[in-house]
């Protein structure tokens, strides 16, 4: 059982360097369905995607990705992003033909082509939410949907005045992937994944409410990743690894704490294709699977070839 775990673990590790790559691939595929061209990107969620909201006020040096080798592969110092180099959002910004999106919170920055809203430890639900869970010590919670909501409206009253449903349509949202550190502050909390699955619906409708707030404000293309599959990574299986094959998928993936990856996609893409029929034409929300694909990079690594400066490349 030895083996499989730290199998696991090296394909886990291998699937955290080629992320970005891998959600460019996603990210982008949906969002140019028909060859869009926007005029701005907006982005929402958590370190995935932060382009540095944590660090606007400086850079804390307790934190490790404030300190090398942190941005060592393409801006050639820590960014306060959590990569070597870019993140998602940086390759859409490049597809798409707008500067990197600036923090949100940096203060006295044009926003016109985009801003990003997301931060690291961001979460779905709001703090009270954790404090009645008795998890209060378990999550950063810098920004969760509602503020970063806030955020965004600030900067539409700036960039887009009273014409903002015009501007937004012509923009492109992503918002999230949301939920993954309101499972980690339950799951290292001492909550089990089927007692962490109890608040599933409360995380996607909340993720579903804060689409419709966009929505609501103007936004007509939005893409809504899915959560990863927790059950591979690394410190997941350290953690919680166990001496039983039953725990263990094929991959040597735990397969309850995926299970709850599963089911939190499930929901979520069926309430996104609700929202679809609501709107019909209004709006496009797309699903970006980031499971399954992720999945099938640490499944099939070589497919996918390596990530060097931010490039896909062919083995």
Not at 197 to 221: C, F, H, L, P, Q
Request: aromatic letters at 12%.
């Amino acid at each position: 059982m030895g083996t499989m775990r730290s199998s696991a673990v090296a394909v886990a590790a291998r699937k955290q360097q080629l992320l970005p790559c891998l959600a460019l691939l996603l990210l982008a595929g949906a969002a140019s369905a028909q060859a869009q061209k926007y005029n701005a990107v907006f982005n929402f969620g958590d370190s995935i995607t932060d382009t540095g909201n944590l660090c606007t006020s400086g850079k804390p040096t307790a934190i490790t990705f404030t300190q090398p080798p942190y941005g060592e592969t393409y801006f050639g110092t820590p960014t306060c992003r959590c990569s070597d180099g870019r993140v998602i959002v940086d390759f859409l910004s490049t597809k798409f033909g707008v500067p990197f999106l600036p923090p949100s919170k940096a203060n006295g920055t044009d926003f016109k082509q985009g801003a990003n809203m997301a931060i690291t430890g961001a979460t779905a639900m709001d703090a009270p939410f954790f404090r009645g869970l008795g998890l209060s010590d378990k999550i950063w919670n810098n920004g969760p949907i509602s503020f970063q909501i806030q955020w965004f409206q600030q900067i539409a009253a700036t960039v887009c005045g009273n014409d903002c449903k015009r501007y937004l349509r012509e923009s492109l949202v992503v918002f999230g992937e949301f939920g993954g550190n309101d499972y980690n502050a339950m799951l290292f909390g001492n909550y089990n994944p089927d007692q962490a699955s109890r608040y599933t619906t409360k995380i996607v409708n909340t993720i579903i409410r804060g689409v419709e707030k966009v929505v609501a404000m103007g936004a007509r293309d939005v893409v809504v990743p899915g959560v990863l599959p927790i059950g591979c990574f690394p410190i997941y299986l350290t953690v919680y690894g166990t001496n039983s094959s039953a725990d263990y998928d094929a991959l040597g993936c735990l397969r309850k704490f995926n299970d709850l990856s599963t089911f939190h996609n499930n929901l979520l893409q069926a309430k996104i294709a609700r929202l679809r029929k609501r709107y019909g034409r209004a709006a496009r929300i797309m699903y970006a699977d980031f499971y399954s694909a992720v999945y099938d990079m640490v499944q099939n690594p070589k497919k996918y070839g390596t990530c060097t400066r931010g490039t896909l490349v062919p083995t």
